[in-house]
């Protein structure tokens, strides 16, 4: 066996270091937590704007609808379309969190 060489800090000394060693993770841990929050917040914003502006052009054409078989075709593309857009964001914000819990980037 061998005997280890590193003093051990005993009395205010070691609770400075320790409280340092804290406050650097606390600060690592704080950048992640923002970082995830930007990136997840910026996805979700542009998802936004992408849908309002879909969701307006489907009004618009709904307007302009004369008869119920354009109707039911608008409608149900519609449909289609923004359950597959919410499932593709749930999807991406899944992906930013599961990236974030390991250390990757979902960029």
């Known amino acids: 066996m061998t005997?280890?060489?590193k003093k051990k800090m005993v009395g205010?000394?070691?609770?400075?270091?320790?409280?340092?060693?804290m406050a650097q993770?606390?600060?690592?841990?704080?950048?992640a937590v923002q970082d995830v929050a930007k990136r997840s917040s910026?996805?979700?914003?542009?998802?936004?704007?992408?849908?309002?502006?879909q969701d307006m052009q489907f009004q618009r054409e709904l307007v302009l609808c004369r008869d119920f078989a354009t109707?039911?075709?608008?409608?149900t593309s519609f449909m289609q379309a923004a359950v597959k857009d919410y499932?593709?964001?749930m999807q991406q914000q899944v992906a930013i969190g599961m990236?974030?819990?390991g250390g990757a980037s979902a960029r």
Request: hydrophobic share 45%; no cysteine; proline share 2%.
């Open 3 to 5: 005997k280890s060489t």
């Open 12 to 21: 205010p000394e070691a609770v400075i270091e320790a409280e340092e060693a």
């Open 25 to 31: 993770g606390m600060q690592r841990s704080a950048e």
């Open 42 to 53: 910026e996805a979700y914003a542009e998802f936004l704007s992408t849908r309002m502006k």
């Open 71 to 75: 109707l039911y075709a608008l409608q």
């Open 87 to 89: 499932a593709a964001q």
């Open 99 to 101: 990236a974030a819990m």
